[in-house]
């Protein structure tokens, strides 16, 4: 699980098809307001529990307005 908030970092693992420096590949990328009104970035990997793959699209105190902007191909 990664929340991060660098959208160079975002815009590389999409570039590269959701790989980054050796990590395995990313299942998702969802863009979500945080709890302080920042623009922040949910990753989870194709390598995690099923179930929790989603969870950055439950809406919640930390969590608002969450989108998929990226999706690996599976």
Request: charged share 25%; aromatic share 14%.
């Amino acid at each position: 699980m990664s929340t991060i908030d660098n959208k160079s970092i975002i815009d590389e693992i999409i570039r590269h098809d959701g790989y980054y420096m050796g990590d395995p590949q990313v299942y998702q990328i969802v863009e979500y307001t945080n709890a302080y009104g920042n623009v922040t970035w949910g990753v989870t990997w194709t390598n995690e529990d099923k179930l929790r793959r989603n969870r950055y699209l439950i809406e919640s105190h930390y969590v608002r307005a969450p989108r998929i902007i990226w999706k690996a191909n599976q």
